[in-house]
């Protein structure tokens, strides 16, 4: 069993930084592979970005590519999304997730069998 909880998000201008945080608890963090998910206003929950077990692969929707970065450190439980050059269109409750097979990355949701309660973030001027 493995609890996330999400920590980080807030109201942001356009163009400016936040990084969101995922702590995990359970020893066996280092071999899940991790996801961010997000669910804008009034939309489905969409796929942000995903990384494996060692953080040696990523990958991310293309709306994200070049302005999010995921990254993870084993040694705190924890996994991160930076993210950089914000549009009111990123204003959404972001989601982490796991998933206990980590040597690939994951792109859906039905694929993780755990989840974070979520953090708002909302990019608006």
């Known amino acids: 069993q493995v609890q996330l909880v999400e920590s980080g998000g807030g109201l942001v201008q356009p163009g400016g930084s936040l990084r969101l945080s995922c702590a995990a608890s359970g020893r066996t963090f280092s071999s899940y592979a991790m996801g961010w998910f997000r669910r804008p206003p009034g939309q489905e929950r969409e796929f942000v970005a995903a990384i494996t077990w060692n953080g040696a692969y990523t990958y991310y929707a293309d709306s994200v590519k070049g302005r999010f970065t995921i990254s993870r450190d084993n040694a705190k439980n924890t996994v991160y999304l930076q993210m950089n050059s914000l549009k009111p269109e990123d204003t959404a409750v972001y989601y982490c997730?796991?998933?206990?097979?980590?040597?690939?990355?994951?792109?859906?949701?039905?694929?993780?069998?755990?989840w974070g309660q979520g953090t708002q973030v909302t990019v608006s001027s």
């Open positions: 997730a796991a998933k206990d097979s980590g040597s690939v990355y994951y792109t859906r949701i039905a694929q993780y069998s755990y």
